[in-house]
């Protein structure tokens, strides 16, 4: 079945360290998506991509980092600069040609040891 | 200032007892609005699209409707089962571009 899978499920970091969040696609989606959800807060734009090899900041970019080097997997990178990195990551692409939508997938919970 | 404001931002119905969900929005040039359901620890699951005032999307007991201003997302005789936090989002500009969301609306249905 298609769709989008993110791994860990659950992430724990310690401080001063990197860690990544894993993404993969088989849609065959051009464009995706990093969204990280805060309790009782929608979903912030951290970073997206339009096409492989080229990504834009969204509204809460700093702190974070994400590579498009293959058109099915977009990891972001929660890097130490990130001083409150415990929420709700989630990872979306787009589905266009007539049934525009976007697709998540099921989440990554990062909390801070 | 937020462009997607949801309301209520909690909803508490007992089962059969039919409301509504409401989201404003002021972004100028929308392209698209969006509905999602999301369950506690899970990703937004897709609901309803819709582009422009007047237009109306129905799947079960959810009906979503359109203005020029807002979006309202009608439950009809509710379940427990549609207890979730419903999300509103818009889309300005071309496709593909990143939806703006708000910060839902959380449904509990009880029996």
């Known amino acids: 079945d298609g769709g989008i899978t993110q791994s860990p499920k659950y992430l724990f970091r310690k401080e001063g360290q990197n860690v990544t969040l894993s993404c993969e696609q088989n849609l065959n989606h051009d464009a995706m998506y990093w969204y990280r959800q805060d309790p009782g807060q929608g979903l912030r734009l951290i970073y997206y991509s339009q096409i492989v090899n080229d990504f834009q900041k969204g509204d809460i970019a700093e702190g974070y980092s994400v590579s498009r080097e293959k058109k099915e997997s977009f990891p972001l990178t929660v890097t130490s600069a990130q001083k409150n990195p415990t929420a709700f990551y989630l990872c979306a692409s787009w589905a266009g040609q007539g049934s525009e939508k976007l697709f998540f997938g099921s989440g990554t919970q990062l909390s801070v040891l | ?111």
């Open chain 2, 1 to 111: 200032e937020d462009q997607v404001t949801q309301s209520p931002e909690a909803l508490r119905l007992q089962e059969g007892e039919s409301s509504s969900l409401n989201c404003s929005y002021t972004v100028s040039g929308l392209r698209g609005l969006f509905w999602y359901r999301q369950d506690p620890g899970k990703g937004p699951e897709f609901l309803f699209t819709l582009y422009s005032a007047g237009e109306e999307k129905e799947k079960e007991r959810l009906k979503a409707t359109l203005t020029k201003k807002e979006s309202f997302l009608h439950i009809t005789a509710p379940k427990p089962e549609d207890s979730a936090t419903y999300l509103c989002a818009v889309q300005e500009g071309q496709a593909g571009t990143a939806l703006i969301f708000g910060k839902g609306t959380t449904l509990s249905v009880s029996s």
